[in-house]
């Protein structure tokens, strides 16, 4: 799907188009991290996340 769009891949599109396919998937919460100066981040509540980041936020 990444491969469509300009730009490359992106974890917010991915973790969207997951919730608008996938029912279960749409009922769990997305995170967005930043590592403040570095890389933000987007991922559903189910996957896990070993990395360290300066803020997270739920939505």
Known sequence: MDALFPGGPNCYRRALLESSLD????????????????????????DPELQQFDVVFSV
């Not at 029912?23 to 189910?46: C, N, P, Q, Y």
């Open 23 to 46: 029912r279960g998937a749409a009922e769990e919460k997305i995170h967005f991290a930043l590592d403040v100066g570095k890389t933000g981040h987007a991922w559903l509540e189910s």
